[in-house]
């Protein structure tokens, strides 16, 4: 006898069956909304600045080379949270962590618009970037323990998340602060913190402590690695491959507004270029990892994004109002060494184990390396009151990378090379 259609849709196994995917979709459709808002957030504070630092140095009273300090901030913090967040996990759970860092950032922009004093801009801008800097650490986990089976595609997702909330504030930033004042055009971005904040609370609520037992995403607890990242040639070419496109890309969104207007632009076109910088660097985020994991040995890319460095530099030290949109495209194009080395933590790696110790010893000591990038650029700037001192710095740092990507491009295993 053949059952009916009825009979069927009211089994008990149709019945529990139903009711397991509706619970995961709907839990995850939260999940989904947290990621993608706090990817968003991920680098507002930084783009929301850069086109406006000259204009709030001139009302509250800071000089041309404190601009390369607050340039600096973002790769210190990243590099200081991404020591502690995996402290922060064991003791608060993923989603109590994740929810902790999008209430720093939403603090931290809402309380630097307010102040009056470098000091305290430097230190609330801090407190918003190290929100950051522990979103950038927790956000993957997270995509890996609620979407296993979908990472490519939420990994897409949010990445370009994060470029898009790279490019909107500095395209933004410099009109609102000409119709409302830089304050509200600093600021309005904390409400963006906030919101991020509110489907962490309502997953948490959804999980009931379950969070904090749950181990999906992290490594494990008891296995330690074998050897000795530090002493592996992998390992120091990851790094500096990393570091030095942190370095020059932090350096550049940092400067670019002031080179471009003591070439003659108006702010409001400076903010336009730094938008332009972040977006090209969606392109990279989509295409960059399909080659590292297509080609044995990436290496010869990792130059052609040295060519678009060095091409890239040479226009705007020569002729920055010539063909500036060129010149900032090229620009974008060379850091697609960021996504690569990325990538190849996981291509050069065997065990969740090393990936996770090359992962910590790449992003440590490539963000350490990069925080003096942008001091550096201002301080070679004023010393010569001219840019040839600081990009022949970048040419050099550029070099390094090519120097560390031939290291970390070598079709060869981190878990062969320590010891």
Known sequence: MTATLSETTTSPEYVRVERRKRALTEGR?????????????LRVAVTAFSPLAERIGADIGYSTAVVGVFGMIPTLMFAVSGLLTPLFVRRLGLERTALVAMVLAGLGMLIRALVGGTAELLIFSALALGGMGIGNVVIPPLVKRYFPDRLALVSSLYITMVQLGTVVPALIAVPVAEAHGWRISLGLWAILGFAAALPWIGVLRDRRGRDRVDSTGLPPRTTEPKGKVWRSPVAWGMAGMFGMTSLTTYSMFTWLPKILSEAGASAGYGGTMVGVFALVGLVSAFTAPTIVARFRNPFPFVVGCAVFFFTAFAGLLIAPMTATLLWVVLLGLGP????????????????PQGSASLSGFTQGVGYAVACIGPVLFGVLHSATDGWAAPFAMLVVAVLVLLAGAWQACKPRMLEDTWK
């Open 29 to 41: 459709l939260l999940v989904l909304a947290a990621i993608v808002v706090s990817a968003l957030t």
């Open 336 to 351: 697609s060494t960021f996504p690569m080395a990325l990538t190849l933590i996981n291509m050069r790696t065997r065990t």
